[in-house]
């Protein structure tokens, strides 16, 4: 088997590496491609990856290259896990909103915009060419954020992608430690879209605990999902972290006004750890990764592809076509819940509807995704500018129209398709 990663420079090839090690009697991977446009970077990379597998006794052969097609050549399965721009444009996302008092995120609100109008042309132009170079029947799984606008974008686009994020097994393992069981002992249920769901249930050996966790200890995980814990109570499910920029959207922008941009923080992280990469004694994953965040991909990735090629009908949590599976979304929206896995893709499990204050905000931010998507691919000013006045975040004519003027001029050379565009 021979797997492509797309993006193979990054700090989290490591992870990927140890991830597939672990899955060796389901994966039987002979060839591993990391590509990567920043050479150098990726022979740092790739020279950290082949000595883990070194020091595991893997025969697996890891191929570097900077050509996109000599990876995707006869692949039988790609992973994209890029990053358009670097920790700069990053951090571009996470502070121009901040001018309009709105949140600066990478992936939510505008600076989410952002990072999908520079991400979604290049993954698609990933995608086309896997279509043409890859094995036939390859699997293709994207990690790269914004997940859910991606995948829909490939979807759209005919690709039969599944979107992928650690959210659900970073809960899986923390449940795991507390009840002190095998994490594959527990399952994760969440229903909305990706950083934008809420957890209905926690399954440990089949056994629903989330409502006792809520009733004995609501204040604590309300501390876990940035929100306060009444809300939580009230809601009787566990919100994902990414939901307190809706929740406390007004402090959470006062705190992003007074401390370090993440981005700032990630780029320090991934300096130190290219610098661990390049000792050539070093043949372990670092501690410092786990401050890189993406904790458990590895598993999540490789669990994940393990189970498309063993057609195992293992569940994971993945994004996908709704397909009628949540009441009161269109079918091509793409939601991030529990679904079973086999060699043909992803089916979701059945869901019970989502009450109203869950389905308004998903209806609201599905419409976005649409939106986003759509400028993406055109390079329309006037459907950017429906999406930024359409994401709930946002919603204010003037706001949409400055936003907008920020987003552009900040990220100007990573969004060519608006380069010759004007404001009508």
């Not at 790609?78 to 951090?91: D, N």
């Not at 793409?334 to 059945?350: K, M, Q, Y």
């Not at 209806?363 to 709930?392: C, I, M, N």
Request: net charge negative.
């Amino acid at each position: 088997m021979k797997i492509a990663v797309i993006g193979g420079g990054s700090t989290y090839t490591p992870e990927l590496v140890s991830g597939l090690w672990r899955q060796r009697d389901r994966l039987a991977v002979e060839e591993l491609w990391l590509m990567d446009p920043d050479v150098p970077r990726l022979e740092v990379v790739g020279g950290m990856a082949r000595r883990m597998l070194a020091r595991q006794g893997s025969d697996v052969a890891v191929h570097l290259t900077g050509n996109r097609s000599e990876a995707l050549d006869g692949a039988d399965a790609v992973l994209i896990q890029l990053r358009v721009g670097g920790q700069a444009a990053r951090l571009g996302d996470e502070t121009f909103p901040l001018q309009c008092d709105c949140l600066g995120q990478e992936t939510t609100g505008a600076g989410g915009l952002a990072k999908a109008l520079r991400t979604v042309p290049v993954v698609l132009d990933i995608a086309e060419e896997t279509a043409r170079r890859a094995a036939p029947g390859a699997h293709l799984v994207d990690f790269t954020n914004p997940v859910g606008i991606n995948t829909r974008a490939l979807r759209d686009a005919g690709h039969p992608a599944l979107g992928l994020c650690n959210f659900a097994i970073g809960i899986q393992r923390w449940i795991a430690t507390e009840h002190e069981v095998d994490p594959w002992r527990v399952e994760v249920d969440p229903v909305g879209l990706n950083h934008l769901s809420w957890v209905r249930a926690i399954r440990v050996d089949g056994e629903d605990v989330l409502p006792g966790m809520i009733e004995r200890d609501w204040e604590r995980l309300g501390r876990r999902s940035g929100v306060a814990g009444e809300l939580v109570r009230e809601l009787g499910m566990l919100p994902s972290y990414y939901l307190h920029y809706y929740y406390e959207h007004d402090a959470t922008v006062a705190a992003q006004k007074r401390e370090k941009p993440r981005a700032q923080v990630v780029a320090e992280t991934e300096a130190e750890l290219l610098e661990i990469y390049r000792d050539e004694t070093v043949d372990e994953k670092p501690a410092q990764l786990d401050r890189r965040g993406g904790a458990w991909y590895s598993e999540a990735a490789t669990a994940l592809l393990a189970s498309l090629v063993q057609g195992t009908g293992d569940k994971h949590v993945v994004n996908v076509r709704n397909d009628g599976t949540l009441p009161g979304l269109a079918d091509d929206d793409v939601i991030e819940v529990l679904c079973r896995i086999d060699a043909d893709g992803a089916t979701p499990i059945p869901q019970a509807p989502m009450p109203p204050e869950l389905l308004g905000l998903v209806q609201h931010v599905s419409a976005y995704e649409r939106l986003a998507v759509r400028a993406a691919v055109t390079g329309d000013r006037a459907t950017l500018r429906k999406a930024l006045l359409t994401h709930p975040l946002i919603g204010q004519w003037s706001l949409a129209v400055g936003l907008e003027e920020l987003l552009l001029s900040t990220g100007a050379e990573h969004l060519p398709r608006f380069a010759d565009t004007t404001a009508g």
